[in-house]
């Protein structure tokens, strides 16, 4: 009876493709060859195929590396050109695991001896599969053989009672090994899926706390590569000790490139760090003495790398182990994390946290001026003309009471929910990034004039002070808004030769109209109470004059005081009946909109301000009766009279309110059902 010959599965895990080429080589056509390049793809394979050699890279080959990949029983060939790797690599491996080193051949006579024994191990991994597959298909006409024989082995196994107990301790302590292991793997796997499932910075910095506890360090610090023009190029720390950064305190954790320090080193070289006594070290720098909540015993920092250059660092603190003669962290510590980095360097790149603020997903500055160059020199080499340009600074009032009342937390939810009304309120060809802290720059091409950019950016000032934000209500004005400085780049300045350095320039004429717009000018310490408050939430624009005269000249714009509603509920477009009932008598007329929160009417004559009101609100067959106070009061024509009002309500119980979030579901849920 003839039998299909099981071929030999080999995967060799070696990130340089020529070395995978020159191995596939040594190997004939009874061996099924896969290969990979790193240790993420080869877990793959293994899920897929029973292998029955690896052959892996040094330092690749480590047991933290490759535990959920190589079974006790499948042999390892580990090759590397340095003997000391080598050793390092075959000392992570515990004593029963089959592993075999071998240096990189250099010689032929090197070569021989390595096919030799390559071929020693192909041959015995034959003879094992061939028995295998003898036994599987002989087994039902051996099985009385086979009984016999497995008595056999019992009885002898009885006179060496000892040796088959130290060999049961041996296998549990490896059963152990392979457990621990195993949960090891598990939050690893956790940790990626983390990484790779976010979608912004913060559920990125999320897996922060995960990846302290699998290194066992006390705290842990993520740095991203940022510059600037007054520090060139510097890390920014993004957690410091575990703790989310905010813009206010990122300054005092800023670590120079040129510093003499252990990030800054990393950042510069590209090389990791792993040191048990950095008190002794010249990079042990003032900062880690005044900065660190813990005195620092041991550090290890490795670069985050992003095409072969450095975009990040991570820095562990302390390790912390059960052992006593523990002094710092191990080799298979840095290479778990050096694994992570690699991870986090493709999440930041799928983030493209290189051009993009971490915080609000807005443009950074450099990008930012970069993208309106590119801009301008397509438009002049086609020969568009778009008319003038505008650059605007925004500035978020009182934001520091902000902070101060609610946390650095709060502040950063509020930036994130500002950058997405900010980005709601430009046109589709208008620019917009996060220039610092608290501030905003636009950039407004194809102008008509300074007036027509006054006007685009007082809708954006409008929409930031209709929109509601929590805890707006604590702010010295009792809402939350921002206050902007314009300059226009004329239409004849725009050229192709126009520079990075030209832009700055403007940003700073943008800038000192902001200042004016804030009221900057007023002592704070003679501001006596709300009334002497600057009034901020304002445009003004920078504009020059004739030479004659002063170099510029700011001018205000838009200080008219509008009474809006401040909607916390999402109003549905829906024309309902609402009766109205006040001092003059009944009123009947229709909703224009309508939520939670209250509705927008129009009626023909006009309602008692801050009166409360009594509604009835027709809500298909049910009447919804509830109070209500008017928010404001617009007339929108004189003949016939015709008035807007917004309507603010309040329920005289829950249940009403019940009723009215019943009916706006349903008729939502239609809307779905019928789009």
Not at 24 to 37: H, K, P
Not at 291 to 297: E, G
Not at 381 to 410: P, Q, S, T
Not at 605 to 632: F, H, M, W
Request: glycine letters at 4%.
């Amino acid at each position: 009876m003839s039998r299909e010959v099981q071929k030999i599965k080999v995967l060799i895990l070696h990130h340089r493709r020529c070395v995978r080429e020159t191995l596939r080589q040594l190997f004939n056509n009874e061996v099924e060859i896969f290969e990979s390049s790193w240790v993420g793809r080869a877990l793959q394979i293994c899920r897929q195929v029973n292998l029955n050699l690896i052959i892996a890279e040094a330092a690749q080959g480590d047991f933290s590396s490759l535990a959920g990949i190589v079974s006790p029983q499948t042999p390892l060939f580990l090759i590397a050109s340095n003997e000391k790797e080598l050793r390092q690599a075959l000392q992570s491996w515990p004593e029963n695991q089959p592993v075999e080193i071998q240096l990189w051949p250099s010689t032929q006579e090197d070569w021989t001896i390595f096919r030799r024994r390559l071929r020693f191990a192909l041959n015995n991994l034959q003879l094992i599969t061939s028995s295998r597959s003898s036994i599987t298909i002989t087994s039902k006409i051996q099985a009385d053989q086979l009984n016999k024989f497995a008595r056999e082995i019992f009885e002898i196994k009885t006179f060496f009672k000892q040796k088959v107990l130290k060999e049961l301790e041996t296998r549990l302590s490896w059963e152990l090994r392979y457990f621990l292991a195993e949960k090891e793997k598990q939050k690893i796997e956790k940790i990626l899926k983390k990484i790779y499932a976010a979608d912004d910075v913060s559920s990125l910095i999320d897996c922060v706390h995960d990846i302290k506890e699998i290194i066992k360090a006390s705290s842990l610090t993520f740095y991203i590569l940022d510059e600037s023009e007054t520090l060139g190029k510097y890390l920014k720390p993004l957690v410091f000790e575990d703790a989310f950064l905010s813009h206010p305190d990122f300054a005092p954790y800023n670590v120079l490139l040129s510093a003499d320090d252990f990030a800054a080193f990393v950042a510069r070289t590209g090389q990791e760090i792993n040191i048990s006594s950095p008190e002794i070290d010249s990079r042990f720098s003032i900062r880690y003495q005044e900065q660190l909540r813990n005195p620092l015993k041991n550090l290890l920092a490795v670069p985050i790398m992003h095409d072969r250059e450095v975009i990040g660092v991570i820095e562990a603190y302390n390790k912390h182990s059960k052992e006593r003669t523990a002094s710092g962290f191990t080799p298979d510590d840095q290479r778990l994390l050096r694994t992570i980095s690699e991870h986090i360097s493709m999440a930041m790149t799928k983030l493209n946290l290189i051009q993009y603020d971490p915080l609000t997903g807005l443009l950074r500055p450099e990008p930012f001026f970069e993208k309106i160059l590119q801009k301008i020199h397509n438009q002049c080499k086609r020969r568009i003309d778009v008319g003038h340009c505008a650059v605007v600074m925004g500035d978020v009032d009182w934001f520091k009471n902000y902070n101060d009342l609610h946390g650095h937390e709060a502040g950063n939810r509020l930036l994130r929910e500002l950058a997405a009304v900010l980005k709601a309120s430009i046109r589709e060809g208008d620019l917009l990034c996060r220039y610092g802290g608290e501030e905003f720059l636009f950039f407004l091409s194809g102008v008509k004039s300074l007036e027509e950019a006054l006007q685009l950016t007082d809708r954006i000032r409008k929409n930031v002070e209709k929109h509601y934000f929590p805890y707006q209500e604590d702010q010295p004005r009792k809402n939350l808004t921002m206050s902007f400085g314009v300059t226009l780049l004329r239409q004849e300045k725009i050229s192709p030769s126009l520079t990075k350095q030209d832009l700055k320039k403007l940003v700073s004429e943008a800038d000192m109209a902001l200042a004016e717009a804030k009221g900057k000018r007023v002592i704070p310490g003679e501001i006596q109470g709300k009334e002497d408050l600057p009034q901020k939430n304002r445009i003004c624009a920078f504009w020059p004059e004739d030479e004659q005269r002063q170099k510029w000249a700011l001018i205000n714009f838009q200080e008219k005081k509008e009474v809006t509603e401040k909607r916390r509920h999402v109003r549905h477009f829906i024309s309902t009946p609402i009766l109205i009932i006040d001092e003059s008598g009944i009123k009947v007329t229709k909703t224009i909109n309508i939520g939670l929160g209250g509705a927008k009417i129009c009626l023909s004559s006009d309602l008692p301000a801050d009166k409360p009101l009594n509604l009835t609100i027709i809500l298909e067959d049910r009447a919804c009766q509830l109070n209500g106070r008017v928010v404001y009061l617009e007339k929108t024509t004189d003949f016939p009279p015709l008035f807007q009002a917004g309507i603010e309500f309040s329920f005289p119980s829950p249940s009403i309110q019940k009723i009215l979030e019943d009916y706006l579901l349903t008729v939502v849920n239609k809307s779905s059902v019928v789009n």
